[in-house]
């Protein structure tokens, strides 16, 4: 991709040899056992892949949005579920990047420059999901700690992360309004964890049920003013959709995509490889298609948000149709490159089913594809009379 600069272009070779050489081989296991792969985790930090945001002092590259999407992109062709946590460990660094104040930039910087350090993005309750304003996990402000109580689910990391990135209410009743960022550590008291979901797909990647008990979180690591964590929520943390979901979604197409090339270009039915047939040649095309366009959209969203020239209503309906799109199409093309294997596609020796099952969680995580919807109709529409 011409358009990327010299560092970036090293950033994606070295990305792609260590995923091949490393990844790629323990990708089916990590599924089929569920396990962490600590193994993996420990070899990203090592290759600077847990602090890339961060300035180049404390281990980072200053990695930009288009950096970040190269990344996470490179690490889906081969396992997406090991991409995850290095989507979310950038997601909390990334706020504190761009909404943290002096004094924690000090605190946390020097706490991430090892590289092995783990984060999550903690949103999520049992009876919040796509109505986000109205989580009910409260955050109060007593002395020189605000007492956390609530319970949060689906937390990709969850039990394996070391700092969390909470979104609570201090003044609760008031929806967004109400709503503030924290950043809380483990091994706060009052903090523990709870069931671990067992996945259709991404698995390897832990989904986990987080629970406050009066738990004491110093007053500093609010993120921002009280009230603001809408806002923090809404203009950092969603961009993360491109690098995010976008980016782990293109991934899993072009994983799936070279892979049922390969294929139909090998078995042969009829007397001829089954790339001969304009019937698997046209699905090919397609998948091509879909992946292509997905790929420019991402990175028109992510240069726009690189650019820092745009206002956040023009970026927020392109982040959300390259989520949109990207993750889509990563679930049509997972789920034609199963077709063109035919039986041998509907089993796990072969990773297609695997990507068909990892693309179905996209759709889901960061933001449904109707909530995506919903934005995009809002900013063409706009307030009805
Ligand atoms: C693999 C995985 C990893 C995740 N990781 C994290 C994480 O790290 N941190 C975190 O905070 N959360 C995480 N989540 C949670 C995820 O963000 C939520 O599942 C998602 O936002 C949807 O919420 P819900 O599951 O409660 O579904 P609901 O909000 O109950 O939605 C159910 C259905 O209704 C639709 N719907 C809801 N409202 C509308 C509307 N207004 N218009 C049209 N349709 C609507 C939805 O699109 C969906 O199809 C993860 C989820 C998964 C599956």
């Known amino acids: 991709m011409s358009h990327f600069t010299e560092e970036q272009k090293m950033m994606q070779q070295m990305v792609r040899r260590l995923v091949n050489e490393k990844v790629a081989p323990r990708a089916a296991e990590i599924d089929e056992t569920d396990e962490f792969p600590w193994d993996i985790v420990k070899v990203f930090g090592e290759n600077g892949l847990l602090n890339l945001v961060l300035p180049e002092e404390y281990g980072g590259v200053n990695a930009n949005n288009t950096t970040l999407c190269i990344v996470i992109e490179e690490i889906a062709k081969v396992s997406p579920a090991c991409g995850l946590t290095v989507f979310t460990t950038q997601a909390l660094q990334n706020v504190l990047v761009r909404g943290g104040n002096d004094e924690q930039k000090k605190r946390f910087y020097p706490k991430f420059e090892s590289g092995d350090k783990i984060c999550a993005f903690v949103l999520t309750e049992p009876n919040a999901g796509s109505d986000a304003g109205s989580i009910q996990t409260r955050a109060i402000l007593d002395?020189?700690?605000?007492?956390?109580?609530?319970?949060?689910?689906?937390?990709?990391?969850?039990?394996?992360?070391?700092?969390?990135?909470?979104?609570?209410?201090?003044?609760?009743?008031?929806?967004?309004?109400?709503?503030?960022?924290?950043?809380?550590?483990?091994?706060?008291?009052?903090?523990?964890?709870?069931?671990?979901?067992?996945?259709?797909?991404?698995?390897?990647?832990?989904?986990?049920?987080?629970?406050?008990?009066?738990?004491?979180?110093?007053?500093?690591?609010?993120?921002?003013?009280?009230?603001?964590?809408?806002?923090?929520?809404?203009?950092?943390?969603?961009?993360?959709?491109?690098?995010?979901?976008?980016?782990?979604?293109?991934?899993?197409?072009?994983?799936?995509?070279?892979?049922?090339?390969?294929?139909?270009?090998?078995?042969?039915?009829?007397?001829?490889?089954?790339?001969?047939?304009?019937?698997?040649?046209?699905?090919?095309?397609?998948?091509?298609?879909?992946?292509?366009?997905?790929?420019?959209?991402?990175?028109?969203?992510?240069?726009?948000?690189?650019?820092?020239?745009?206002?956040?209503?023009?970026?927020?309906?392109?982040?959300?149709?390259?989520?949109?799109?990207?993750?889509?199409?990563?679930?049509?093309?997972?789920?034609?490159?199963?077709?063109?294997l035919g039986g041998y596609g509907y089993t796990k020796e072969y990773p297609v089913e695997r990507m068909m099952r990892d693309a179905k969680g996209v759709q889901i995580f960061d933001g449904t594809n109707q909530i995506q919807r919903v934005i995009i109709a809002r900013n063409l529409i706009g307030k009805l009379k």
């Open 143 to 340: 002395g020189g700690n605000y007492i956390f109580n609530g319970n949060k689910n689906f937390i990709t990391t969850g039990e394996v992360a070391d700092y969390y990135l909470v979104f609570a209410m201090t003044q609760p009743g008031k929806r967004a309004k109400g709503m503030s960022a924290f950043i809380v550590e483990k091994g706060t008291e009052g903090f523990s964890f709870g069931k671990k979901e067992n996945k259709m797909g991404l698995r390897g990647s832990p989904t986990v049920e987080l629970i406050f008990e009066d738990a004491k979180v110093p007053k500093e690591n609010l993120l921002g003013e009280e009230g603001q964590g809408w806002k923090i929520l809404t203009e950092y943390g969603n961009l993360m959709r491109t690098w995010g979901a976008a980016s782990t979604s293109l991934g899993i197409a072009e994983g799936a995509l070279a892979y049922a090339t390969g294929y139909a270009k090998e078995r042969t039915q009829f007397g001829k490889p089954i790339a001969a047939f304009q019937a698997i040649q046209f699905m090919l095309a397609d998948m091509a298609i879909l992946t292509e366009a997905s790929k420019s959209l991402i990175l028109k969203a992510s240069w726009t948000i690189d650019k820092e020239t745009e206002p956040f209503f023009k970026i927020e309906p392109m982040v959300s149709m390259a989520k949109c799109f990207t993750t889509d199409t990563a679930m049509k093309v997972t789920t034609d490159a199963v077709q063109i």
